[in-house]
C-alpha cells in the first residue's frame, strides 16, 4: 500500500480549508486510513478490498487483535475461507512483511543492533492508535465509481499510482481522470495525490520525497519522487 502518512500534516489543511460544519470527506481508495484517521465530522472511507474494509469495519466496532504465529499465518494464507473475513484481513495486511497482501509473515527479528523489532507489535498499537479517531467513519467496499457521494463533498482520491508495477494492468486511469472531471463539476471539492496529471488538473502541493518507486513507477531503490496534490481546473488550459 502506497502510504500517504508522511505528507498527510502537509496535504490534509489544504484539503479541509474551506470545508463547511457537517460538509462530508470522502476517501475513494482509503487502504490504510492514514488520512482518513486523521480527520473528523462526517467521513467515508471506501475501498475495493474486500477483507481490508472488513477488518476495519471490525477494528472500529471494538475487536482488538492478537499476535499470530509463523504456523498460523501459513494456515490463514492457504485456507483463507475457513476464517472470518476480518481476520483473513488482519493477518494478510498486517502480520505481513511491508504490509503487502500475504507478502510474508513479519514477526519478531533482530537488528542490526542487537535490539529484537516485533512487527506485530507494532502493527497492533499504531492501528489502535489510527482506530481511536475513526469513531463514526461509513465504511464502503465498492469501485470507486460506484461511489454515492453526499451532495458537496470533499473528495481525497489516493489511487494506485499510474505506471506502478503492483496495478498497473487493472486500473484504467483515464477513466479514473473523467470521473474527478466529472464529480468536479457536479459541485464536489475534489484532490488527487498523484505524481503527474492530465493539464486540465492544477498542482496545488508538491513535495520531493525518497521513495522505493521512482517517478516513472519502476522499483528503484531509493530514487528522489515528487508527491504532488493536484485539483480540477479547466481554466488551466
Ligand atoms: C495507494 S493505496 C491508498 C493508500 C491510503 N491513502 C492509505 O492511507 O493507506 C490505493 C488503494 O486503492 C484501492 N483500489 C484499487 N482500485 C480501486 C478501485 N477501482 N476502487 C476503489 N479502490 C480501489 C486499493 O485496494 C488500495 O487500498
Redesign the pocket.
Known amino acids: 500500500?502506497?502510504?500517504?502518512?508522511r505528507f498527510t500534516k502537509e496535504i490534509l489543511p489544504i484539503i479541509l480549508k474551506d470545508r463547511k460544519p457537517g460538509q462530508w470527506y470522502v476517501e475513494?481508495?482509503?487502504?490504510?486510513?492514514?488520512?482518513i484517521c486523521e480527520v473528523q465530522g462526517n467521513r467515508i472511507a471506501?475501498?475495493?478490498?474486500y477483507h481490508?474494509i472488513q477488518m476495519w469495519r471490525e477494528l472500529v466496532g471494538g475487536w482488538i487483535p492478537k499476535k499470530i504465529t509463523k504456523e498460523e499465518y501459513s494456515e490463514v494464507r492457504t485456507d483463507q475461507s475457513k476464517y472470518p473475513a476480518y481476520f483473513v484481513g488482519w493477518v494478510g495486511f498486517n502480520c505481513s512483511y511491508s504490509g503487502k497482501w500475504f507478502g510474508g509473515f513479519a514477526g519478531e527479528t533482530k537488528t542490526k543492533i542487537g535490539t529484537v523489532r516485533d512487527y506485530q507489535a507494532e502493527a497492533i498499537k499504531n492501528v489502535l492508535k489510527q482506530v481511536s479517531k475513526m469513531k463514526g467513519v461509513i465504511f464502503q467496499n465498492k469501485?470507486?465509481y460506484e461511489l454515492e457521494l453526499p451532495p458537496n463533498s470533499i473528495v481525497y482520491c489516493?489511487?494506485?499510482y499510474d505506471g506502478t508495477t503492483k496495478?498497473a494492468n487493472d486500473?484504467d486511469h483515464n477513466r479514473f481522470w473523467n470521473w474527478v472531471r466529472n464529480i468536479s463539476k457536479q459541485g464536489h471539492t475534489v484532490f488527487v495525490s498523484e505524481y503527474n496529471a492530465p493539464a486540465d488538473f492544477e498542482c496545488v502541493w508538491q513535495k520531493e520525497a525518497k521513495s522505493s518507486l521512482s517517478a516513472n513507477g519502476k522499483i528503484g531503490g531509493n530514487k528522489l519522487s515528487v508527491e504532488k496534490l493536484f485539483k480540477f481546473s479547466p481554466t488551466n488550459v
Open positions: 500500500m502506497g502510504s500517504k502518512a475513494p481508495f482509503a487502504g490504510g486510513m492514514n488520512a471506501n475501498d475495493i478490498h481490508l469501485p470507486y489516493d489511487p494506485p496495478y486500473f
